[in-house]
């Protein structure tokens, strides 16, 4: 078993920054590609960035790509998602995921074994 544990939310103005982290314990050897998520009221959960075991390449989604970085330490077993120049249609709760045995980059939720809890990013305008 692997336990995410996402932090970092809150309530930004237009323009500002956030860092989200994903803390993971348990089974975290088994833990190679790890992603972050997003789902807007009303809207379906969407893809955000991922990045591999290594942190050597990272994946994003083209809405955040310039803006958001993904990060990793793996001595903390932690992942970071750093969001700069936040809009008001990045409004959501966020959530890691982690991939078990496979470090491909994928933009697909189901290919995703574990997930945080998720943490909540409001932007206003």
């Known amino acids: 078993q692997v336990q995410l544990v996402d932090s970092g939310g809150g309530l930004v103005q237009a323009g500002a920054s956030l860092r989200l982290s994903c803390e993971a314990s348990?089974?975290?050897?088994?833990?190679?590609?790890m992603g972050w998520f997003r789902q807007a009221p009303t809207k379906d959960r969407e893809f955000v960035a991922a990045i591999t075991k290594s942190g050597a390449s990272t994946y994003y989604a083209d809405s955040v790509k310039g803006r958001f970085t993904i990060s990793r330490d793996n001595a903390k077993w932690t992942v970071y998602l750093q969001m700069n120049s936040l809009k008001p249609e990045d409004t959501a709760v966020y959530y890691c995921?982690?991939?078990?045995?496979?470090?491909?980059?994928?933009?697909?939720?189901?290919?995703?074994?574990?997930w945080g809890q998720g943490t909540q990013v409001t932007v206003s305008s």
């Open positions: 995921a982690a991939r078990l045995y496979s470090d491909y980059l994928s933009h697909r939720g189901a290919d995703y074994n574990y």
């Open positions: 348990g089974r975290t050897r088994s833990m190679y590609a």
